[in-house]
C-alpha cells in the first residue's frame, strides 16, 4: 500500500469517527428530548417555539412545520400539556406587553384577525380574558372591561393552562392535530412585533376605576344619547332620501346641541375636564376616504383625527362629549354612503371594462368633502345660534362682570386650543401629512356629492338626482 493509498484511508477513517461521534450526540440529544425531565420542559418548548418564531421570521415553512410538529407530538406522558401550559404562558406574557404598548383589548384582538384570521383573534381574545383573571376589578376602568366583556363574553372556558390547546381544538372543531400549537404560534409573533400606541386608558392594575359620573347627569346623557342613536338607526334604515334628511337633520341638531349644553355645565360647576383621545377602526376596502370622512366629521366637531395607516386605526382627540359625537355621526354616515354607493351598483366603460372601484373610490371622496362643507355650515350655524341665546339670557354680561357664565365663542375657541395641545403632547413632531385619495371617475365623484346633500345635516332640500 502506497503512502498516498495509507493517507487516504486514514482521512475516511477519520471522517467515519466523526461521523459516529456525531450520529451518537444526536441520539443522546434525541433521548433527552424525548423522555425530558419535568424542570427542562419549559426550556425545550421555549426553544421548539423560538425556532417556530424565527422560521415564521424567515419565511421557512418546512423548518415551521418542523418546530409544530415536534410541539404536537406526545414524546413523554404529559409532553403536549406541558407544551400547552407554557405556550399560554407565553401569550400572556404577550398581552401584558401590549398593554404597556398602548394597545388596548378590542384594538388587540382586531389587529390579530387583520394580520392572520379569524381563528387568531379568537385566541388573542382568550389570552386577553386570562390576563385579566390578575386584576381586581376595582383597579380597571370600566371602558376597558367593557371591550373585554365585547371580545371574550364567555371569559376563561377553557380550564387550565395545560388544557387550553386541546378545549380550544374541540371548540373549532379542527381536525388538525397541529392547528392549536400553529395558531398560537402565529399569535405569538402577531403580538411581539407590534409598534407601540398612544396610551389612551389607564391599564389595569394602574390604579382605581375611574369615578362614575353623577347619577342625575348619567341619566340626562344617556337618554340624550339614545335618542341620537335611534334617529341615526331610522335615517340608516329608511329606503326613502327625504325622511333619512329629516331624521339625520334631527340627530346632528341634537348632538350639536347635547355637544355645548355638556361643556357648559361641566365648566359652571367648576368640572375640570381635559381632552382624550378615542382610536376608532378603519378596515379597507377604500380605508384612505373613509378616513377622510372620518377626518371632516372630527373637525366639524372641534376635534382632531390622526391616522395609522399601518393598524387601520384613527386616533382621534377631542372632549369626551365631542368624542362620542364624532363617533356616532361617523359610524351613520358611513352606514349611509355605502347604501347609497352599493345602490349605484357595479360600472363598466365603454369597452366592458370594470371601473366599479374608480367610481365607489371617488364617490367616497366626494361624499366626504361635501360632507364636510355641509358640517362646516351646521356647526357654524348651531354655534352662532347658541351664542346668540345665551347673550340674550344675559350670559355674556355675567361672564364679563365676573360671574359664574361663561362667554360661549371664546370658551369654545378655548377648548379647539386645548385639544391641538392635547396632540402635539401625545403625537410630538412625527405628524406626517399624507396624501389625499385620488379622484379618477367623474360619475363617481357627482354621485358622492349627490349622496352627502341627500345625508342633509340641516334643514334644507335634498338633491333630486
Not at 48 to 71: C, H, I, K, M, Y
Not at 284 to 311: F, G
Not at 338 to 353: F, P, V
Not at 405 to 411: D, S
Amino acid at each position: 500500500m502506497t503512502k498516498a493509498s495509507r493517507l487516504r484511508r486514514q482521512k475516511k477513517d477519520s471522517e467515519r469517527q466523526k461521523q459516529r461521534a456525531a450520529q451518537a450526540q444526536a441520539q443522546a440529544n434525541q433521548a433527552a428530548f424525548t423522555q425530558p425531565q419535568a424542570g427542562d420542559r419549559r426550556e425545550q418548548v421555549s426553544t421548539l417555539v423560538g425556532l417556530a418564531l424565527r422560521a415564521l421570521l424567515e419565511g421557512d415553512q418546512p423548518a415551521f412545520t418542523s418546530a409544530v410538529d415536534q410541539l404536537t407530538a406526545e414524546r413523554a406522558p404529559g409532553w403536549t400539556q406541558a407544551v400547552s401550559r407554557y405556550v399560554v404562558e407565553f401569550l400572556g406574557a404577550a398581552v401584558t406587553s401590549a398593554w404597556k404598548a398602548g394597545w388596548q383589548p378590542a384594538e388587540l384582538a382586531r389587529h390579530a384577525g387583520r394580520e392572520k384570521s379569524g381563528a387568531h383573534a379568537s385566541m388573542a381574545a382568550d389570552m386577553i380574558a386570562a390576563e385579566m383573571k390578575a386584576y381586581a376589578a376595582a383597579t380597571v376602568d370600566p371602558r376597558w372591561a367593557a371591550q373585554v366583556t365585547a371580545v371574550a363574553p364567555d371569559g376563561v372556558w377553557w380550564g387550565t393552562g395545560a388544557e387550553y390547546l386541546a378545549a380550544w381544538r374541540h371548540r373549532a372543531g379542527e381536525p388538525d392535530p397541529t392547528a392549536p400549537v400553529a395558531t398560537a404560534v402565529e399569535t405569538l409573533d402577531v403580538l411581539l412585533h407590534l409598534r407601540v400606541l398612544e396610551t389612551l386608558l389607564p391599564k389595569p392594575g394602574d390604579g382605581a376605576a375611574r369615578p362614575a359620573a353623577a347619577p342625575a347627569a348619567t341619566m340626562a346623557d344617556d337618554r340624550m344619547m339614545s335618542k341620537i342613536r335611534a334617529l341615526l338607526a331610522k335615517a340608516e334604515s329608511t329606503e326613502f332620501a327625504e325622511e333619512a334628511e329629516a331624521l339625520s337633520a334631527r340627530a346632528q341638531e341634537l348632538m350639536a346641541k347635547y355637544s355645548i349644553d355638556h361643556a357648559l355645565l361641566a365648566a359652571k360647576a367648576g368640572e375640570k375636564e381635559e381632552p382624550a383621545g378615542r382610536r376608532i377602526a378603519v378596515d379597507n376596502p377604500y380605508e384612505s376616504p373613509k378616513t377622510t370622512l372620518l377626518n371632516v366629521v372630527a373637525e366639524a366637531n372641534r376635534c382632531r383625527a390622526i391616522w395609522s395607516k399601518d393598524v387601520g386605526l384613527v386616533t382621534v382627540v377631542g372632549f369626551p362629549a365631542d368624542l362620542d359625537v364624532v363617533e356616532l355621526l361617523f359610524t351613520s354616515l358611513l352606514v349611509q354612503a355605502n347604501t347609497a354607493m352599493l345602490r349605484a351598483g357595479g360600472k363598466t366603460d365603454s369597452y366592458g371594462r370594470s371601473r366599479t372601484r374608480a367610481f365607489r373610490q371617488s364617490f367616497l371622496v366626494s361624499y366626504a368633502i361635501r360632507i364636510g362643507e355641509r358640517l362646516a355650515e351646521a356647526t357654524t350655524h348651531v354655534e352662532q345660534a347658541a351664542a346668540a341665546e345665551q347673550a340674550a339670557s344675559g350670559e355674556e354680561a355675567s361672564a364679563a362682570a365676573g360671574g359664574a357664565g361663561t362667554a360661549l365663542v371664546p370658551f369654545l375657541a378655548a377648548r379647539r386650543e386645548a385639544v391641538d395641545s392635547a396632540v402635539d403632547d401625545m403625537f410630538g413632531e412625527g405628524l406626517t401629512h399624507g396624501r389625499a385619495a385620488r379622484v379618477t371617475d367623474a360619475e363617481g365623484w357627482a354621485s358622492g356629492r349627490a349622496a352627502a346633500d341627500l345625508a342633509s345635516l340641516h334643514n334644507r332640500d335634498a338633491v333630486a338626482s
